[in-house]
């Protein structure tokens, strides 16, 4: 195992638990408890996680994994979503993606759609996540729009009042939100306020609102509410959604799609 897929599974462990000892760790990965002793030791100089006796626990209160470290979870679930989400789109429409795992997943299969595979536009993309716009901005079929703002280093978001100036002067036909947690009396969330703000105003700016979320994202709540449930019209989720929680956000009026 590579240092780097090392490093993901340990700082997976770690949100998952809360804290990891040094042999619990060494058992888990294969390796040795010097390795992971190391490993600790480097994770804690980025301040990745906080070293203690036999072991480390996370970095702060509210931690959020950065999402270079967060690809490889539910990977084969959200994938699925992508391409669900992707076939909700019709080719000339102007498309809000939020940052996170799972939207970066549904650029990727827009990129791959063979009907949008030339257009003036094929699509018009709209963001404020850097990585969906470095990503598709080799798709010349593609208009790529991205907000101003302050990058935040651990979703590749910009935010702040410079990307809100950009999306008071637009309409979009569709906002597709990731979010870490959705419940249908909360609504979507994220962790961090000025990221939610920003989702926020995307989502007033479309017609319509899909939030791409896996089962494990369900029910849950987080810091920073972005929208009510209400103002979602499609849930697009995996087949691990447990039923009551399908049928509660029916009955609340969303269209819901597990693949």
């Known amino acids: 195992m590579s240092r780097d897929a090392r490093w993901k599974a340990l700082l997976e462990l770690l949100v998952e638990r809360g804290r990891l000892d040094v042999e619990e760790a060494a058992a888990e990965l294969e390796v040795s408890a ?5 490993d600790f030791d480097q994770l804690a100089e980025q301040q990745m996680l906080v070293r203690t006796r036999g072991g480390a626990v996370v970095h702060g209160v509210s931690y959020e994994l950065p999402l270079r470290y967060k690809t490889a979870r539910h990977a084969s679930e959200k994938q699925r979503i992508a391409k669900a989400v992707a076939g909700l789109v019709a080719p000339g429409e102007a498309v809000g993606l939020t940052g996170g795992t799972t939207t970066t997943e549904v650029a990727r299969a827009l990129a791959v759609r063979s009907d949008l595979a030339s257009g ?3 699509l018009t993309i709209v963001t404020n996540a850097l990585n969906i716009a470095n990503e598709l901005a080799v798709r010349p079929q593609f208009k790529i729009v991205v907000t101003g703002g302050v990058a ?3 979703s590749y978001e910009l935010i702040g009042p410079l990307a809100d100036g950009v999306l008071a002067q637009i309409t979009i036909d569709v906002a597709v939100l990731g979010v870490v947690a959705f419940d249908v009396t909360h609504g979507a969330a994220a962790h961090d ?3 939610a703000a920003i989702n926020r105003l995307l989502c007033r700016r ?3 609102v899909i939030v791409a979320a896996d089962s494990s994202k369900l029910g849950r709540r987080a810091f920073a509410r972005i929208c009510a449930a209400e103002a979602v019209d499609t849930l697009v989720t995996d087949t691990a ?3 009551e929680t399908v049928r509660r956000f029916e009955d609340a009026g969303l269209r819901v799609v597990a693949v």
């Open 241 to 243: 959604a447990a039923p």
């Open 206 to 208: 479309a017609e319509r």
């Open 152 to 154: 935040r280093p651990q």
């Open 193 to 195: 306020e000025a990221e």
């Open 34 to 38: 010097a390795t992971i002793r190391r």
């Open 120 to 122: 003036s536009p094929a």
